[in-house]
């Protein structure tokens, strides 16, 4: 066996781990994939020369200048302007509300990376919902799809078009411009809004979001503390027995205190009353009276101190977002009751609401929680960005004397880069300096919009993708599939690479599918010697095809738990629109590159 063959061995079980480690979630992707890149470093596979090579790659930087963007767009309003007018022109049609989304969505997922569209319109469709009486499970499928969509129109629609577009560049490809694959795009897009239009809104359910465990009815909480008195019925009874602290709905002890000292090593849920204990709640104003009006507590207006007393709070719903810093912590030791002065009331993950027993449970991105606080301190917490609030009262106040700076800029890189003038990574790199400058995004701000683990598990990749070419991987794989497609045509090929890159995508991830796929169908396209450009195209759009889970696009992450879906949902309504977007992908990319 010679040492090349052993290099390519080594890569291999490099990839293979490094898969499996995405699929156990055992390890962040970003550091799953840097650490598959070091292996290969350490051992030699990899040298300095090829590092250079990596980080040398343009793909990222312009993912990183158009996050910059994107966010400047948001922090100036442009995108809210926009989902503001949805509700005015969606009316009260489910099917109307559809074709509004899809005219707004599609186009500005278009040009900015699609997860600021989807997080602004969250909140909108959720308030959209709540007055129409249209069940958000209606429409938030539909928003992350359309989105998706909408992003494969043009080259910087998606990080995965300029991951492809700059892999393929690298290996001598000429470059793709921003509108090479629009046409394509386009007909791609509107097929899926049609699918969405007439078929995909009937298979989607009417589910409860988390919200629903608030109930309709005397929603207002206040602030109260209450004392067990010494003659008290409730001395030795469990907490959550007791009528009166059993219904969530209603009333929500988040700590009690035990001669002087806040009771810790107990859960809430197995906590046994005593003698004196305080018990510091929120109520509905209804609740309260009643609590009033027992005696066997003693209500202390006092010791809940002035600034708690009386204070009305609000409930939210809230998604973990992907930079949050309650990732990994327990709601228990997340501290944001003392840091906000908020309380997490229950926690959908996967489908489940759950309204006990989460207290310990590991918040992970795209928990949706439902939280309760004063106003000052959910919008404190939105501030810090430790989650994305579904309610429109917390959105950010926009910066909207900035709003034609920043929208400018976008459209400058654009036509700069569409005329030739310079590349689309120079292009978005001077625009995004540019909308600090300009003052619509603080410094602080675009170094926070930066996707950094995206990035890193991008370059990680990008050194694994390399070792595959290196060693000869990527070849032997295209010719073990030239072989097994003898005499079948490149058009099947072709069909193969789709579906390849579209399943591989829902179960890793798109980034990392782009980069190993995208040399080895240029290997392939050699083997059988046409022109490799129908096949890389293939790999964009199969790779941004996440239709199926929510787990394959960031965007499904957000949505899911926010519609209150079940894993199934994405089955039933993704299946059909995959094969579809499949047959159409095969069918129209030889006509628009030709073999």
Not at 379 to 392: G, I, K, P, T
Not at 439 to 452: K, L, N, Q
Not at 496 to 520: D, F, G, K, M, R
């Amino acid at each position: 066996m010679t040492p090349q063959t052993i290099e390519m061995l080594v890569t291999f079980a490099v990839l293979g781990a490094v898969f499996f480690i995405f699929l156990r979630e055992w390890l962040p992707v970003d550091m799953a994939a840097l650490g598959g890149m070091c292996v290969l470093l350490a051992i030699g596979v990899l040298d300095e020369n090829d590092l250079g090579k990596v980080f040398s790659n343009a793909a990222p930087m312009t993912i990183g200048a158009m996050f910059v963007l994107s966010e400047a767009l948001t922090r100036t309003g442009a995108i809210d302007w926009l989902a503001g007018k949805f509700a005015k022109w969606a009316g009260s049609s489910l099917l109307r509300a559809v074709l509004v989304l899809a005219l707004i969505v599609m186009p500005l997922s278009a040009f900015l990376n699609n997860t600021p569209v989807v997080v602004v319109f969250l909140p909108v469709l959720m308030a959209y919902s709540r007055s129409t009486g249209i069940r958000a499970s209606k429409l938030l499928i539909p928003l992350s799809f359309l989105s998706i969509l909408g992003g494969t129109t043009t080259l910087i629609g998606t990080s995965t078009n300029l991951l492809v577009a700059g892999v393929a560049s690298n290996a001598g490809q000429p470059s793709f411009s921003i509108f090479e694959i629009s046409g394509l795009g386009l007909i791609y897009a509107a097929i899926g809004f049609l699918y969405l239009y007439f078929v995909g809104h009937r298979l989607l359910p009417n589910r409860d979001t988390v919200s629903s465990l608030l109930g309709a009815e005397d929603t207002r909480h206040f602030s109260s503390a209450a004392e067990i008195g010494p003659d008290s019925s409730l001395i030795g009874q469990r907490l959550l027995d007791v009528e009166v602290f059993a219904d969530r709905k209603k009333v929500v002890v988040y700590e009690v205190s035990r001669r002087g000292r806040r009771v810790e090593d107990i859960p809430l849920d197995a906590l046994v009353l005593e003698e004196k204990d305080v018990l510091w709640f929120r109520a509905t104003s209804k609740a309260l009276a009643d609590m009033r009006a027992m005696s066997d507590l003693v209500l202390y207006p006092e010791k809940v101190g002035e600034a708690e007393a009386g204070k009305e709070v609000m409930s939210v719903e809230a998604i973990i977002g992907s930079q949050s810093k309650l990732i990994g912590k327990t709601v228990r030791s997340s501290n944001v009751r003392r840091k906000y002065g908020v309380v997490v009331m229950a926690v959908h993950r996967k489908g489940v609401n759950m309204k006990e027993g989460y207290q310990d449970l590991r918040l992970d991105f795209g928990d949706t929680l439902l939280l309760e606080g004063p106003v000052q301190g959910l919008a404190q917490m939105r501030e810090d960005d430790d989650f994305l609030s579904l309610n429109e009262s917390l959105v950010k106040t926009p910066r909207r004397s900035k709003i034609l700076f920043a929208v400018g800029a976008l459209t400058v890189a654009v036509l700069l880069a569409t005329f030739g003038v310079m590349s689309i990574t120079s292009a978005a790199l001077i625009a995004a300096v540019a909308v600090v400058l300009l003052g619509c995004v603080e410094v602080r701000e675009a170094y926070r919009s930066i996707e950094w683990n995206i990035l890193f598990l991008i370059y990680g990749m990008l050194g694994i993708g390399l070792a595959m070419e290196k060693t000869g991987g990527a070849e032997l794989i295209a010719n073990q599939v030239v072989s097994l497609s003898s005499g079948l045509g490149p058009v099947f090929v072709l069909a193969a690479i789709y579906l390849l890159a579209s399943l591989l995508t829902e179960v890793v991830t798109n980034n990392a599918v782009a980069i190993i796929l995208t040399p080895i169908v240029i290997s392939i396209a050699a083997s059988l010697d046409v022109d490799p450009r129908p096949f890389i195209v293939a790999v964009m759009f199969g790779a941004s095809a996440s239709f199926i889970t929510p787990i394959g696009y960031q965007t499904n992450t957000y949505v899911y738990g926010a519609g209150g879906y079940k894993f199934g949902d994405f089955l039933k309504v993704g299946v059909p629109l995959n094969l579809i977007l499949w047959a159409t992908a095969t069918l129209l990319i030889p006509k628009f590159w030709p073999f």
